[in-house]
């Protein structure tokens, strides 16, 4: 039997993504959170967590749109193509975002305001419109003789809207949880508080995501609810309880590293559903894996790069989160 090369680089992409969420999610959700902190002290604290990892953390980005270019080039064009406005503002609103980490600490107290907004506009355009994106591919794109067959604003939905809306929640719950774990003082108290408010909302609107997408695909409802599929996917959504249960008795206690590695708990749960719910299709509802593949040969030529490079990836990020570890205390700066 034959290696499956587009399992094997569907696995990697499906990696590299959720690398992406996790570690990205708490960065994006410090500028989420920055209008809710007004003290100029604690927000250089807010950015001091993440100063310097933040550019790191996107490498995984870069490495999951690399990997579905070079092994899955029917997709890459396909998603470009359809869900080219959002994309194209979610790099805006990344861009924004890095020039007020390097532009915020230098500017003049009197100017520091602009990057301050422009840090959180950054910040909610971005995950907003990774949230469009997540919901227009649960939502499935069009595709005929291997071309986009839909318009240029297909992805504007209700449902891709509230994707986004839920996408922010979500990303706000890591970036609380991520100071909890970072700060100490005020600032861990003031996330504390608003901790479990986020973790109600979250679970709100995972639920309200989970009801409306079998409500509206009628394949994703029978894939969760016949039979034996029920049994085996029924894990999923009582671990969801359990863990939330458990983190909001974490948050009670004012547990400093709990509340965090709970919250990626439920974000790969989350993630886990989402996989469910689209398998084996990498353009839902109709193209599979192996159906946008790029030939073995190509498939094969670049696994080897990537089976070199992606464990350099994983030491210099562990170095990286290793030699920062520890509280951030407001006498350390960004330089």
């Not at 449902?159 to 990303?171: D, E, I, N």
């Not at 969760?224 to 008795?249: I, K, T």
């Not at 290793?322 to 509280?327: A, P, Q």
Request: net charge neutral.
């Amino acid at each position: 039997m034959g290696i499956d090369l587009p399992l094997i680089w569907f696995l990697i992409i499906i990696f590299g993504v959720m690398m992406y969420v996790v570690m990205d999610g708490f960065d994006l959700g410090i500028g989420l959170l920055f209008p809710l902190v007004k003290k100029e002290h604690d927000r250089d604290v807010m950015m001091n967590t993440v100063a310097p990892v933040w550019d790191g953390n996107e490498t995984w980005l870069v490495l999951g749109g690399a990997a579905l270019y070079g092994a899955f080039p029917l997709a890459y064009s396909v998603i470009l193509d359809a869900l080219t406005i959002p994309l194209t503002l979610m790099l805006f609103g990344l861009i924004f975002r890095g020039v007020a980490f390097e532009f915020r600490f230098k500017a003049s107290p009197a100017k520091r305001h602009v990057w301050d907004k422009s840090f959180i506009g950054g910040s909610v355009l971005a995950t907003f419109c990774q949230g469009i994106v997540l919901g227009a591919v649960i939502n499935g794109i069009p595709v005929v003789n291997r071309t986009y067959a839909g318009g240029a604003l297909d992805w504007l939905t209700p449902f891709t809207l509230f994707c986004g809306f839920a996408l922010v929640v979500a990303y706000a719950l890591l970036g609380c949880t991520w100071l909890i774990m970072k700060t100490e003082g005020e600032l861990q108290e003031a996330m504390h508080k608003i901790a479990k408010p986020l973790l109600m909302v979250f679970l709100l609107v995972t639920l309200a995501v989970s009801l409306w997408t079998p409500l509206t695909h009628s394949d994703i409802a029978t894939r969760w609810f016949s039979r034996p599929n029920l049994y085996w996917f029924l894990p999923v959504p009582v671990l969801v309880v359990l863990v939330s249960a458990w983190m909001y008795r974490a948050i009670s206690k004012n547990a400093h590293h709990a509340p965090f590695l709970l919250t990626l708990a439920l974000v790969f749960l989350g993630y886990t559903g989402l996989g469910i719910s689209i398998w084996p299709n990498i353009i839902p509802p109709s193209i599979s894996i192996w159906e946008a593949a790029s030939p073995p040969q190509s498939q094969g030529f670049i696994l080897v790069g990537a089976l070199f490079i992606i464990p350099i990836i994983l030491v210099y990020t562990f170095w990286s989160y290793y030699v920062f570890r520890g509280k951030v205390t407001p006498d350390q700066g960004y330089h």
